[in-house]
């Protein structure tokens, strides 16, 4: 075969590769209302409106300025036999994969979404007003009803975490006491009413990385309460769904998680449940969001 003739039919194949798969290829990814799949750093596929962050593991949502964490689908046990009666008994749920904020949502982030808040304490009006040291961006959102909560994440275009994801998120697959595992909190982990801290305010949001779960979630031991999406039922335990479980049944109280700045070490362990009326406001409460993952096949 001539010189020519073996060009000519490189060129015949190169041709044809092209048009075999590298045309449709590109034809697929370029066509109006079909977007490229985005896979996070697990390898899911993630939601639209979220990136990845440039620290490995984080993801960034651009609403709320926030940065989440993501929670493997899989199952966990949840509650605990040394506790309250009401964290009883310890049963198996397994969850879809979800995001958490990595962080309690702060101050900062309240005036971002243009809702109501006070700038003066005692103003007697329905909507948050500020702790007795002020208000402070990098700090948590404090003196939020559950309602309040509510408004933000449906802002934000997330929702409040169920009382079973927040439970994972804090504590992982292993049934450890603590998000950090089982030795007894320090400075370094938990701000609680005998952390220096807590004698004038709460931490920032991103304090205590010590005592960050195995998701790296901060602050999920003290800080502050956290209003999860569930309607308090004491017995639900033993009657909850093994799958994505979230109570709603009517009740008086939603479930909060997490312990307080101005309540004792024995008060934050991850298991432990908390329950107030969705209309009370104190300096102790707080919360943060979450986000489905996308479903896979």
Known sequence: MTRTCRLTTVARLTGLVWMVFVL??????????????????????????????????????????????????????????????????????????????????????????????????????????????????HQPMQNVTWNDARAFVDWAGKRLPTEAEWEKAA?????????????????????????????????????????????GVHNMAGNIYEWCEDVYAKDYYARSPERNPVQLEPGRYRVLRGGGFVLESTELRSALRYRLLPLDRTPYIGFRAALAGVAED
């Open 171 to 215: 504590r992982g697959t292993d049934g450890r006491t603590y998000p950090w595992g089982n030795e007894k909190p320090s400075f370094e982990r938990a701000i609680w009413k005998d952390h220096p801290i807590a004698l004038e305010s709460t931490g920032s949001v991103d304090c205590c990385a010590a005592g960050a779960s195995p998701y």
């Open 24 to 137: 449709p290829l590109w034809a697929s990814e370029a066509a109006p209302g079909k977007s490229k799949t985005r896979l996070g750093w697990h390898g899911e596929t993630m939601p639209g409106g979220l990136e990845r962050g440039e620290q490995q593991g984080d993801y960034l949502w651009a609403r709320d300025g926030s940065t989440m964490v993501y929670v493997p689908a899989g199952s966990f046990p949840m509650g605990s036999d040394e506790g309250d009666a009401d964290e009883r008994p310890i049963h198996t749920v397994y969850l879809d994969g979800y995001y958490i904020d990595k962080f309690e949502v702060s101050w900062g982030q309240w005036k971002r979404s243009g809702l109501p808040y006070s700038t003066r304490i005692g103003t007697r009006k329905q909507q948050p007003e500020p702790p007795d040291w002020g208000i402070v961006d």
